[in-house]
């Protein structure tokens, strides 16, 4: 079993979180191979409320991002997950869940109403997300966009992500 920490990310990691993101979505089936530039912008923009890095054996093995989203057009306290990314040598031993899992709590933390993504459902369902008929994202299939929410209830409306998604579509 690892040995995994879970800390927030450091400047001197950024290099290797890109590095991650890039073998984590090489020849993934939802991927378009910007979602290490995504993880740039948002941090150029302040907008990674969220960063958390897994440390294994003394090295970034993992990364997980969370920025602020709005529905309906407000500003509303809940939050994005993503991306997500793992090095593919470590994949399936925990370290993605350990990341989601502390990104949540943190999200928590902080007065997070609750969390949206787009992701495969499969892999999601397990940390307690689900589709929605109250809030909705257009441009993803439906059974791909999933939330979370934290005791505030979903609010009604499309849910607008960071611009830096957009640019990085």
């Known amino acids: 079993?690892?040995?995994?920490?879970?800390?927030?990310?450091?400047?001197?990691?950024?290099?290797?979180?890109?590095?991650?993101?890039?073998?984590?979505?090489?020849?993934?089936?939802?991927?378009?191979?910007?979602?290490?530039?995504?993880?740039?912008?948002?941090?150029?923009?302040?907008?990674?409320?969220?960063?958390?890095?897994?440390?294994?054996?003394?090295?970034?093995?993992?990364?997980?991002?969370?920025?602020?989203?709005?529905?309906?057009?407000?500003?509303?306290?809940?939050?994005?997950?993503?991306?997500?990314?793992?090095?593919?040598?470590?994949?399936?031993?925990g370290i993605g869940s350990a990341l989601m899992r502390a990104g949540m709590e943190k999200i928590k933390g902080i007065g997070g109403q609750g969390c949206v993504l787009v992701g495969d459902p499969l892999y999601y369902v397990r940390f307690g997300y689900h589709n929605s008929d109250i809030m909705t994202f257009p441009h993803a299939p439906k059974e791909n966009f999933m939330i979370i929410e934290f005791g505030g209830g979903e609010i009604p409306g499309e849910v607008d992500f960071d611009a830096a998604f957009a640019e990085c579509a």
């Open 1 to 93: 079993m690892l040995q995994i920490e879970i800390r927030d990310e450091l400047p001197e990691d950024y290099e290797q979180i890109t590095q991650i993101t890039i073998a984590a979505f090489t020849n993934h089936p939802y991927s378009n191979c910007r979602e290490y530039i995504l993880v740039e912008k948002l941090r150029e923009k302040k907008s990674l409320t969220v960063s958390l890095v897994a440390i294994v054996n003394g090295e970034v093995a993992g990364h997980v991002a969370f920025s602020p989203v709005q529905v309906a057009g407000i500003a509303c306290n809940w939050y994005s997950v993503g991306p997500l990314s793992v090095k593919p040598e470590l994949q399936k031993q």
